[in-house]
């Protein structure tokens, strides 16, 4: 295995499937199953999941919403995702805590990171609800920084999209995809792997990250295994 500690960024969009929006309980299914199988091979699993597919701050935006207020409501939407992830995952038999940036005792323990480092450690797979606590940021920065305070090895960003491509493949044909791609470049060709915020933390932290086909199954082992799957981003 090349990665010991992983950080793994689901988007919530993501976990709604073919729908736009709700908990896809297939996909669902499908994560857990993934999990499952890097889990047995030993390897420590953090999980930072996204809330788009419930609520996203930006989307207050005309509504009377206030977009500090609708960012917190985005919080509440990752943890939502997270309690149903981390359920999936015990029917599967893993063991596993759900650690949230907000304090809500009755249904996760708040971030403390020795605390998840030892859940880490014991074999749990750990999932970062709430993205950082903090409005205004999103849970691609979450990711980030989470994976840093953890010292995960890798962030691992499972997409739809089976790596970084240098035009949108969906509307460009001659769009071509990296296998591997330094920070700079990806700065000075203005792609887009994550927001900024998230990118320059793992840029400045040297914290390499994999864009990846999650929805391939078998992808997330292969990747931890260091087979050639996706866009490995890197300092070279
Ligand atoms: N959010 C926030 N601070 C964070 C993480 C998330 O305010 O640290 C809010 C923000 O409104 C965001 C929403 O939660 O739009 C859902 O997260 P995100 O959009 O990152 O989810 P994804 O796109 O991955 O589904």
Known sequence: ????????????????????????AQR?????????????EGIEVAIVIGGGNIFRGVETVGTG?????GDYMGMLATVINGMALQSSLESHG???RLMSGIKMEQV????IKRRAVRHL?????????????????TTDSAASLRAIEIE???????????????????????ATRFSNISFEEVYSKGLNVMDMTAFTLCKENGLPIIVFDMNTPGNLLKVVKGEEVGTLISVD
């Open 1 to 24: 295995m090349k990665y010991k500690r992983i950080l793994l960024k689901l988007s919530g969009e993501a976990l709604a499937g073919e729908n736009q929006t709700g908990i896809d």
């Open 28 to 40: 669902l299914e499908q994560y857990a199953q993934e999990i499952e199988k890097v889990v047995q």
């Open 65 to 69: 919403i206030d977009r500090v207020q």
């Open 94 to 96: 893993l063991f596993t």
């Open 108 to 111: 996760c323990e708040p971030f």
């Open 121 to 137: 450690e014991k074999g749990r797979v750990v999932i970062f609800g709430a993205g950082i606590g903090s409005p205004y940021f």
């Open 152 to 174: 995960a090895d890798v962030v691992l960003k499972g997409t739809k999209v089976d790596g970084v491509y240098t035009a949108d493949p969906e509307t460009d044909l001659n």
